[in-house]
């Protein structure tokens, strides 16, 4: 169960990066790749380890209109499911 | 029809190895030392290789730490952005060298293990290899890299899953894959030996099933049957030139890592032609991609999408037709010819591998 004070990262041995060849955010480990859509690849983004879901979601709301709790925490629990993201 | 970048690169910089496993899947032909690129021209594949849109960087072999320039070459790779795995035996994986590949920007170390206890698996390895996988492994653990554990499953092995298993996590292994033998190359001419039992096959599985409920989380188990004992045939590379090319250690640009088993198939070198052009353009990629060239039953079947087929070098080493259904799929014409070999009670002795000649 995701919390506001839980705090996720993408888990070892993945990397998020930008491929110039797509154009698009890529997350990449050790058995593949996935093509993150914008949404999903702001989220990651801000998976430090170190900033809460509650933060995350307030960093998001600056930048963009209308971010909604359920968005962020839907993909972090896409994300978590797929063994991308894990919790400190 | 409509053909999209690659996402990876199987770099077989080398098909020399200290191991003599005789579940190995590279060609009974190995390339020579000699017959390899050389470091510039690997270095242009990794070049062009990015170009193309390829993201995942496999530098194997044989073994890679056997090329001197490996350092260089996995540099280059992570500097173009690629992640960039070591598929290893672990023999030659030192504090020192792995100082260095870290450094260069290794992404995940895939470790190979052939058996639970020193004794069966250096049997398998043809030499003293299994204390040296061990320290390989805590080489890696030390600098916090990603570690998958890689065991090739087969009759004399099958028996110690949960052995592994409980190796595995000692180890600290993040992935663990039990990946039963490919029948290809070198493993072909052992299958009779190699091919596991239904009952091997029964025992394994609640063991497997319950260790993946109890790690679950912590330690990510990839089980994988022999497809001779599926129904249908495996999803192989995702379809014909689709995600994924080989190159081998002569500049050989190959669909699938068997490939060159196919001898109707006319491949394209990197010495001679550009990598984008291989992918795009050659007979050899164009030869089974798509559907056009299925015939029945998979034309008009519905996992035609799921599977693609199966595997067309399979299809060629039993049938000598590469375009036929991978005849491990229930509904090929040619099932029967799996069926036998399941049946044959043959249990002759391996036949080691010998090392690439220089």
């Known amino acids: ?88 | 029809m409509d053909v999209s970048p690659p996402l990876g690169l199987l770099a077989e910089l080398t098909h020399r190895c200290p191991l003599h496993c005789p579940y190995c899947s590279n060609p009974l032909d190995l390339v020579r030392g000699k017959e390899e690129l050389g470091t510039g021209q690997w270095l242009g594949v990794l070049d062009q290789a990015r170009d193309l849109g390829v993201l995942q960087v496999h530098m194997s072999g044989g073994e890679p730490l056997a090329r001197h320039d490996l350092v260089e070459l996995v540099a280059r790779a992570s500097d173009l952005g690629c992640y960039v795995n070591l598929v290893t035996s672990g023999l030659g994986l030192t504090e020192p060298k792995l100082a260095r590949l870290a450094e260069a920007g290794i992404a995940h170390v895939q470790l190979s293990v052939q058996g639970a206890d020193t004794e069966l698996a250096d049997r398998i390895a043809g030499t003293t290899a299994h204390a040296r996988k061990l320290a390989a492994a805590d080489v890696v653990k030390r600098f916090d890299l990603p570690l998958t554990v890689n065991v090739v499953l087969h009759r004399a092995n099958h028996h110690q899953v949960g052995p592994l298993i409980e190796l595995a996590e000692r180890l600290g292994a993040d992935r663990l894959e039990l990946a039963n033998t490919q029948y290809y190359g070198w493993a072909l001419r052992n299958r009779a030996a190699l091919m596991p039992t239904p009952e091997q096959l029964a025992a394994a599985e609640p063991v497997v099933r319950a260790a993946k409920e109890r790690l679950r989380g912590r330690m990510e188990i990839v089980y994988v049957v022999s497809d001779y004992y599926e129904a249908h045939p495996k999803p192989c590379m995702y379809g014909w030139g689709a995600r994924q090319l080989t190159v081998a250690p002569n500049g050989d640009v190959l669909p699938c890592p068997a490939a060159s088993a196919i001898t109707t198939l006319a491949l394209d070198n990197v010495r001679d032609r550009p990598l984008a052009e291989i992918w795009y353009d050659s007979s050899s990629f164009n030869a089974f991609r798509g559907e056009d060239w299925m015939r029945a039953p998979c034309r008009e079947c519905p996992r035609r999408t799921i599977d693609f087929g199966g595997c067309r070098c399979q299809a060629f080493l039993l049938t000598g037709d590469a375009a036929a259904t991978d005849p491990v799929c229930s509904l090929s014409p040619d099932r029967q010819l799996v069926d036998a070999i399941l049946a044959a009670p043959a249990d002759p002795p391996f036949v080691m591998r010998a090392g690439a000649p220089r």
């Open chain 1, 1 to 88: 169960m995701i919390r506001p004070d839980s705090r996720p990262r993408l888990r070892r041995g993945v990397r998020l990066t930008y491929d110039r060849v797509r154009e698009t955010h890529v997350l990449l480990f050790p058995e593949g790749v996935l093509v993150p859509n914008p949404t999903a690849a702001a989220v990651l983004e801000l998976c430090d380890g170190e900033s809460t879901v509650e933060q995350i979601v307030a960093a998001l709301a600056k930048r963009y209109q209308g971010v909604r709790d359920a968005d962020v925490t839907g993909v972090l629990d896409r994300f978590g499911e797929r063994r991308v993201v894990e919790w400190t």
